[in-house]
């Protein structure tokens, strides 16, 4: 693991139990899946890239637009499946045909660390459910 992974996974570690909020980026006040992701950049980096604009629960689908991934394409380094790290940014999407509309940080081989809705930031396991949903592996910029 690089020591940029191990400072991602460390910050994303100090987000857990961060209550679930829509679109918010605050640790332990509130933060949603990209919430999660722009507070570690935040802590990494300073400014976030780009600011998201407002966003619906169901933006994904109504929009048509695979913006996650777009974005982060934009800003990440893709990483093959084969060579993921703890500390990688996992995309999630619910069906083939849909657009990602969910993220998380790869923890180890078993788990990854995410804002669940209608809870909190929290270590998962990452059961075949969610591995057969991982739409794209990213890691995030060498400091």
């Given at each position: 693991?690089?020591?940029?992974?191990?400072?991602?996974?460390?910050l994303?570690?100090g987000?857990?139990?961060?209550p679930?909020?829509?679109?918010?980026?605050?640790k332990?006040v509130?933060?949603?899946?990209?919430?999660?992701i722009?507070?570690?950049?935040?802590?990494?980096?300073?400014?976030?890239p780009e600011?998201?604009?407002?966003?619906?629960?169901?933006w994904?689908?109504?929009?048509?637009?695979?913006?996650?991934?777009?974005a982060?394409?934009?800003?990440?380094q893709?990483?093959?499946?084969a060579s993921?790290?703890?500390?990688?940014?996992?995309l999630?999407r619910?069906?083939?045909?849909?657009?990602?509309?969910?993220?998380?940080?790869?923890a180890?081989?078993?788990?990854f660390?995410?804002?669940?809705?209608?809870a909190?930031?929290?270590?998962?396991?990452?059961v075949?459910a969610?591995?057969?949903?991982?739409?794209g592996?990213?890691?995030?910029?060498?400091?």
């Amino acid at each position: 693991m690089s020591a940029t992974g191990e400072k991602v996974l460390a910050l994303a570690e100090g987000w857990i139990g961060t209550p679930y909020r829509h679109q918010a980026s605050l640790k332990g006040v509130g933060c949603d899946c990209l919430g999660l992701i722009r507070g570690i950049w935040r802590e990494l980096y300073g400014d976030e890239p780009e600011l998201p604009p407002p966003y619906a629960r169901d933006w994904a689908e109504r929009s048509g637009e695979d913006r996650l991934m777009a974005a982060a394409i934009r800003h990440f380094q893709p990483v093959e499946a084969a060579s993921a790290q703890p500390g990688d940014m996992l995309l999630f999407r619910w069906r083939a045909d849909y657009a990602a509309k969910h993220v998380g940080i790869l923890a180890d081989a078993d788990h990854f660390i995410h804002a669940y809705e209608t809870a909190q930031v929290l270590r998962s396991a990452l059961v075949p459910a969610w591995r057969r949903r991982i739409a794209g592996i990213f890691r995030f910029p060498e400091r």
